[in-house]
């Protein structure tokens, strides 16, 4: 065991050639509350069903280090616009289950302040837990339908969640005259892009590598129209 005691010495050094993998700069005490979030997700799966997954190493790779590669491009697009990485922005995770990725978007960038919303009360429950167990004051689990919120995001994410019509459809209201959508997605969902409804519009798409997982992987960033935002503005 480690000296935390929370998992062997191969799931630790697995977390942290990731981390290294992917570029990212975060910090020992970060990558401790990221073990400590999977030894939690192990611990309540056993009564809440959080994961069809198991095992500790399928846990890291498939859901902490997938999350983990959406930091980065996250990072980037609040550095262009706002010109700074660390400025902060108000994130809602769609469909967020266990957490995903907004717990670990959370624990990575602290000046981020993560809602995370699900229908099921149990995971929205799982997730208040952890942002008190790992004293996340960025971090809230909500529940609720998604089409019931309101409060203006600068970034909706999701992922894993739903078709791309229906995530921005149920979404809309929620999203800030200027904020975006970023959707994790497994192979670039063309048709799923082409059915999008007039009020959404593609600007980006980008390919994602995830250390030690050979899986098709990418991320599209969504717009409202500028017409549209200038509409919302000026009304």
Known sequence: MTADGLFEAGIVQGLSLGIESLSLNVAEPQQRQLLSY???????????????????????????????????????????????????IELLDVGSGGGLPGVVIAICCPNIRVTCVDTVSKKAAFV??????????????????VESLTAPYDLICSRAFAS???????????????????????????????????????????????????????MVWMKKPTTLSTQASSS
């Open 164 to 218: 791309l019509p229906d995530f921005v459809s149920w979404s809309a209201a929620a999203l800030s005259d200027g904020g975006v959508w970023m959707a994790m997605k497994g192979k670039l969902p063309e048709a799923e892009m082409a059915a999008l409804p007039s009020f959404a519009q593609v600007f980006h798409v980008e390919q994602l590598q995830v250390p030690g997982l050979e899986a098709d992987r990418c």
């Open 128 to 145: 208040q837990q952890v942002a008190a167990s790992l004293r996340l004051s960025n971090l809230r689990g909500v529940h609720a339908r």
């Open 38 to 88: 999977m030894a939690l997700i192990q611990k309540w799966n056993k009564v809440y069903n959080l994961t069809a997954l198991r095992q500790a190493q399928e846990i890291l790779t498939h859901h902490l280090l997938d999350s983990l590669s959406a930091v980065s491009p996250l990072l980037g697009h609040i550095a262009k616009t706002k010109g700074d990485a660390n400025a902060g």
